[in-house]
């Protein structure tokens, strides 16, 4: 009778202390499952775009909504998980996060035009988001000490390796079968959490009453804020920022709903995001490191792809293939990050790790027209090494040493800022590509002149060539002249926009020292369980 009452949807929490290290192994790695397809479908469209486009006769202005219309969803529910873990409990949010993300999953690989698809999109973004901060929060809960770091390093490593793999598991199953798929292949890893995880999970209840004094107020501003956030950084470098009247109305919605959102949290007795954890020094630093990582981490991956695709013409598949690198080198860091985690503070490995992400995106640099997954191995193993060994320290240095009340609260904030640098980091990544190709197309026409004696023997040489095709007259030369020129800006722009991400890295690097040595917790908080 005892044994089916602990299968009961609301039997009584199980004390952590009491379950066995293989139970809070398999519950963990179960969570993970749930974590990493929400963290893979981020990504997964990105290289399988344009076969989307195709296949649902949409544009690419409607199409990069499939990829938007997910993080702004994501990007608004992430904070608010907090809250709802203790409204319904970890197990049953956790859940019905993982039943709503399936669903719509299926129903984003059925859809029949753009429209019904960026509909599923955002319901699947909005839906499956809060599996992400709550395995942050139960890591925590179940592990401790030695334990606690080596969970710490699995999330690390699914936050970053999930978005990076996202391409080129997309750009496979694209070639390979059809773009329908990349959201078919969540069916069956969904349904399995959505019913392993409420045997498993156990630790809290839910607590209904928090709905009489809930921030509601709160939610909708948060809402707005970072909605109209994420469509600005989304559509701004697309229609040329505040010139348009949709993107500056959108601002300053965020803006003043921003402020609004700020003042009540600080003043409101029962907030629905917990912003005074920021008055700890760690958790602040963390959430900025957070917010770095985020910005190289989706922004390269990001760039890295465009790159291969509009430059080098690469397919789905090719380019899937040519970024692979950089997911393989960092799953080969892990064992590296488990020796280094148990014998040097984590500060200092974060420290490195930061260090070397700054070294990988001066690598990228040189890059040239003609790179390809040869050229790219160097600087995507370095950010591969660099990604493992920076990630998984700054989660236990930022949410170790807070008591499991506040990590509940404090976890989607963390998590928040990892996916709003990577909306920044993109958003200033696509306004460098336009504004500084501009700049050096116009730099390089000016030697592009009669005087320029490489050029006209080039123009000369292309004569020729189009004239034994029969199709031989000034037009057709100056026009691949003009093609040529286009791209060598176009590359000069990217080398760019690596090194602003760089800079990036190299201030995090320079703040590490400011972070304290982390330390537990003194004692379990009353409603820890």
Known sequence: MNAIAGRMPFSAPIDPAALSTSQKIFAFATMCVGMFIALLDIQIVSASLRDIGGGLSAGTDETAWVQTSYLIAEIVVIPLSGWLSRVMSTRWLFAASAAGFTITSMLCGVAWDIKSMIVFRALQGFLGGSMIPTVFTTAFVFFHNKQRVIAAATIGAIASLAPTLGPTLGGWITDNSSWHWLFFINLVPGIFVTVAVPMLVNIDRPDVSLLRNADYLGMVLLALFLGCLEYTLEEGPRWNWFSDQVILANAWVSGLAGVAFVARSLTYEHPVVDLSALRDRNFALGSFFSFVTGIGLFSTIYLTPLFLGRVRGYSALQIGEAIFSTGVFQILSIPLYAFLARRYDLRWIM??????????????????????????????????????????????????????????????????????????????????????????????????????????????????????????????????????????????????????IGLCFVIATAMVPLMRKVAPPAGPSADAH
């Open 351 to 500: 420290m490195v790790g930061l260090a070397l992400f700054a070294v990988s995106m001066w690598d990228f640099s040189p890059i040239t027209h003609d790179w390809g997954a040869h050229e790219l191995l160097l600087p995507q193993a370095l950010r591969g090494m660099a990604q493992q060994l920076a990630v998984p320290p700054a989660v236990t240095l930022t949410l170790g040493s807070l008591a499991p009340a506040r990590l509940r609260l404090a976890s989607g904030l963390f998590n928040l800022m990892r996916n709003l640098g990577g909306a920044i980091g993109i958003a200033v990544c696509a306004t460098i590509l336009n504004d500084r190709t501009n700049l050096h197309f116009y730099r390089l026409a000016e030697h592009l002149n009669t005087s320029n004696e490489a050029m006209n023997g080039w123009l000369a040489q292309t004569n020729a060539h189009l004239a034994e095709l029969g199709q031989g007259d000034v037009d057709g030369s100056l026009h691949q002249l003009w093609q040529l020129t286009y791209r060598e800006a176009q590359t000069l722009s990217y080398a760019d926009a690596f090194l602003a």
